[in-house]
């Protein structure tokens, strides 16, 4: 069993950042894929960045040039750096841990971006 544990959300200001940081219990970056994922009100859940135990990052159209994830394997944590913030940014964010066969996800967290 893995427990993510995320933390960092909040209210901001339009144009303004946050940084959404991930626990992790152990040590599973090199074999799990890491991910922040968001739903706003009334939507589907949607993938926002991730990176691979190889490295290799995916950002969604919307947050390209603006968020950035990365992630420290000492403190077993991921971040998402997120700037320029837009009120359509507003959503619960969840950490998530995916690979074949098994994937882990946090309680989220709320971010609200008021314009």
């Known amino acids: 069993q893995v427990q993510l544990v995320e933390s960092g959300g909040g209210l901001v200001q339009a144009g303004g950042s946050l940084r959404l940081s991930c626990t992790a219990s152990r040590n599973i970056f090199s074999i799990y894929t890491m991910g922040w994922y968001r739903q706003a009100p009334g939507k589907q859940r949607e993938l926002v960045a991730r990176?691979?135990?190889?490295?290799?990052?995916i950002y969604a159209d919307s947050v390209k040039g603006r968020f950035t994830i990365s992630r420290d394997n000492a403190k077993n944590t991921v971040y998402l750096q997120m700037n320029s913030l837009k009120p359509e940014d507003t959503a619960v964010y969840y950490c998530?841990?995916?690979?074949?066969?098994?994937?882990?996800w946090g309680q989220g967290t709320q971010v609200t971006v008021s314009s």
């Open positions: 998530a841990a995916t690979r074949v066969g098994s994937d882990y």
């Open positions: 990176i691979t135990s190889g490295g290799s990052r």
